[in-house]
């Protein structure tokens, strides 16, 4: 149920992410007054600073609320957010990426405290997995939502890229924001009762503000929580370029912007690869116990090493910035290779998302809260850099980041799990005892 309603809350915020700068650069072109032509890029740095901001909060919220509350209201939220397309303009847009980045943050702590309530130490990793297989499978479902909405509403393309009317932006966003209000029927109906969970097996002791602060500082200070500085620096700048520097690309480059259905192509091959991943990856974590989380990270390397490849190959290199005809590219970019582009980055961010998951479970166990949220605003600082400086970036210019964050980020995470490893912190993922299992059965 929480993986369902994760699907349909991310639904909509998935695909407007994607279409967000392509559909304001529209909107400002028709009315300069109005909004920026990078609001696109700005909008969602200033939700990362939002999230990155709140979440220093949240880990202190879910001590007083139960994290089931705090995801239906962060749904509830997600559903406003909205409301900020009937009239766009610089103040309620900008207005709602501030919410939009607090409603994010809620959910980022009520998710990682949900899982630890109804998973225990065997079961996390694999849960983890299918959770984020199944949550992430709204990548899927937002492409199908686009090839059936700009089936029927219009669109011209000016030689460079799409333009949209702004009612036909109205009826975009309605559609979303009644398919995010499923996600709310959902987290409403999630049940609570607890067994052999992590967090039931954990003390649970509410702190005074002093102490929070105090518990905060000290999860900060932890070495395990420097080390991963790198890892999540490098997956703001990926989570960035997945959903929206390289949509944004398409759109911009006059071989690809005339294709309407791109970009929803791209997103539904982005949720095929996070659903064969939760059927393929979550069963061989299972069965190569021994290895932990070195499968999906090696996975994720792989993938990133291929779409690198492949961006550099197929966009031409200011398409990252503005419209363009010049096509210095050595493949010429198609709907077929944005579609594999699309399928391997969904392979890398279900990896890195599950890898994400799961580290902070076990990272610093006495600080499970807190890890999730410092993580997170490490991911949101560095999303809100780089989308705030995207405007001058290149493709050559990302290409290097990208390879850079990859080598810094998953030497950062093999070097926490080495850790764990050596210091019995994360117990390994054991195979199933059938004879025991049956044993606790009959006893219970």
């Known amino acids: 149920m929480m993986s369902l309603g994760t699907t349909f809350m991310f639904l909509g915020y998935d695909v407007q992410t994607m279409m967000a700068e392509s559909v304001l650069h529209s909107v400002s072109t028709k009315n300069p007054g109005r ?55 610089y103040y309620i847009f900008y207005s709602s990426q501030l919410l939009l980045g607090f409603a ?98 954990s003390p649970r002791v509410t702190p005074s503000l002093k102490s929070q602060i105090k518990r905060f500082g000290e999860a900060f200070t932890h070495l395990n929580t420097s080390l991963l500085i790198f890892t ?9 370029f997945m959903y929206g520097i390289y949509p944004t690309s398409l759109s911009f480059t006059s071989e690809t912007g005339s294709d309407v259905y791109i970009i929803a192509l791209y997103l539904l091959s982005s949720g095929v690869a996070a659903f064969l991943s939760a059927m393929f990856i979550r069963p061989m974590i299972k069965k190569l116990h021994k290895y932990k989380l070195i499968v999906p990270m090696a996975i994720h390397c792989g993938a990133m090493a291929a779409v690198i490849s492949l961006v550099y190959s197929t966009v031409p290199n200011n398409a ?24 391997l980055l969904g392979f890398a961010d279900f990896t890195i998302t599950m890898t994400r998951s799961v580290i902070c479970q076990i ?19 560095s999303s809100c850099v780089i989308l705030f400086v995207s405007p001058y970036l290149s493709r050559n210019s990302w290409i290097c980041i ?21 210091t019995a912190v994360a117990a390994p993922i054991e195979p199933l005892n059938e004879e025991k299992f049956i044993e606790e059965k009959e006893f219970s």
């Open 35 to 89: 909004i920026s032509v990078y609001a696109g890029y700005y909008g969602q740095a200033i939700h990362y600073v939002s999230f990155a901001f709140f979440s220093i909060f949240t880990a202190t919220i879910q001590y007083y609320i139960s994290s089931k509350s705090m995801l239906i209201i962060s749904s509830v939220l997600f559903v406003t957010c909205y409301t900020a397309y009937i009239h766009i303009n």
């Open 104 to 201: 994010y943050a809620l959910y980022n702590n009520a998710e990682g405290m949900y899982l630890s309530e109804h998973s225990s130490r065997r079961t996390i990793d694999s849960n983890s997995a299918l959770e984020t297989g199944l949550g992430h499978t709204s990548l899927l479902f937002g492409g199908v939502t686009m090839l059936f909405v700009f089936h029927f509403v219009p669109h011209t393309f000016d030689g460079h890229f799409l333009n949209f009317d702004e009612n036909v932006v109205q009826v975009i966003y309605f559609s979303l924001m009644a398919l995010t209000l499923v996600s709310v029927v959902l987290f409403s109906f999630l049940p609570t009762k607890q067994f052999d969970s992590i967090a039931l097996n």
């Open 232 to 240: 999540y620096v490098y997956m703001g700048c990926m989570v960035s």
């Open 320 to 343: 990252t910035q503005e419209p363009t005809s010049n096509m210095d590219v050595l493949i010429t970019p198609s709907r077929y290779l944005s579609i594999i582009i699309g399928f």
């Open 363 to 381: 990272a610093v166990p006495s600080y499970r809260a807190e890890i999730f949220s410092l993580t997170r605003i490490y991911q949101c600082l």
């Open 402 to 422: 990208l390879i850079v964050g990859l080598l810094a980020g998953i030497t950062s995470m093999l070097a926490v799990l080495c850790r764990t490893h050596n």
